[in-house]
């Protein structure tokens, strides 16, 4: 029988799983329930094969679907020469779904964020000087006739899978019984580098720039930690460029590291119930 019929969130793709004894199947798509049996020609085979246990088996099917219409799906077996209907057919809507973000908070942003408000504190205490009152922490490269030194660029070097697991699922499904449905969660642990550079005109005040940009990371750990970032490290050097922008520039560069999930959940509604006529 067909157990679930169910819309992916890809969009224009259904997700169908069955449960057949040991023989034959196939299955048939309709855009009305009215299956003349197999084959049908007003019908497309969107999944067969030979059962060699009970287990369910997934069919995924995405040739030609369009969101928003119903499609109608069954199950046939072969039975003594035969292809009979198991159970009745089950329908699906295929629609796209807005993807929810496990963990929305993008660490290039969260540690540019942190960087802000502790370099603000550090000028607040007297421990950095800046003109504007506040140390800018820049997206992008600085354009020097068009920034106050110094300042801090916080850029995306790299994001990469790092650790992922047999079918890209990293948590157990959840049941929400106050919605009646199954969060199931996708995805893997990426792993990030984001380039923090200290511009400065002098090379002192990158010394206290350096400083300051190690403490505030540290003491934000437990603000990553609750973000989900970890295994974090941040190996840092020195830079100097005296022809590119026109003026010297001190640089100091952190190499800032750290794990964090990239995974999408998805609700999927229970089967309350399915009807199964045996056949012999």
Do not use: K
Not at 75 to 99: D, E, F, H, K, R
Not at 177 to 189: I, K, N, T, V
Not at 199 to 205: G, H
Not at 223 to 249: K, R, Y
């Amino acid at each position: 029988m067909i157990s679930i019929a169910q819309s992916l969130p890809s969009g224009a793709a259904v997700l169908l799983s069955i449960t057949a004894p040991q023989c034959e199947w196939v299955v048939l798509r309709r855009e009305d329930a009215s299956f003349s049996g197999f084959p049908d020609l007003n019908a497309v085979v969107v999944g067969s094969g030979q059962t060699l246990d009970t287990l369910p088996i997934e069919v995924i099917d995405y040739q030609g679907l369009i969101n928003g219409q119903t499609y109608w799906y069954q199950l046939y077996t072969l039975q003594s020469n035969s292809w009979v209907a198991v159970a009745g057919p089950l329908s699906a809507i295929p629609a796209y779904q807005a993807q929810t973000q496990f963990e929305i908070i993008e660490p290039v942003e969260l540690v540019r964020e942190r960087l802000e408000v502790g370099l603000a504190g550090e000028v607040a205490l007297g421990n950095l000087n800046h003109p504007l009152g506040a140390v800018p922490v820049l997206r992008s490269p600085p354009i020097v006739d068009h920034v106050v030194f110094p300042c801090i660029t916080v850029l995306l070097e790299t994001r990469a899978p790092d650790v992922r697991g047999i079918g890209e699922m990293v948590l157990p499904d959840q049941f929400l019984s106050d919605e009646d449905a199954w969060e199931h969660y996708q995805g893997w642990l990426d792993r990030s580098v984001i380039q923090i550079t200290a511009w400065s005109l002098n090379a002192e005040e990158r010394a206290l720039l350096r400083r300051a940009i190690q403490s505030i990371l540290i003491v934000n750990f437990p603000v990553f930690a609750d973000a989900g970032l970890t295994l974090i490290d941040f190996p840092t050097s020195d830079n100097f460029d005296p022809q590119s922008f026109g003026v010297p520039i001190y640089q100091a560069v952190f190499q800032f590291s750290c794990q964090h999930p990239a995974i999408t959940t998805t609700r999927l509604p229970i089967v309350h119930h399915v009807e199964s006529t045996p056949h012999g």
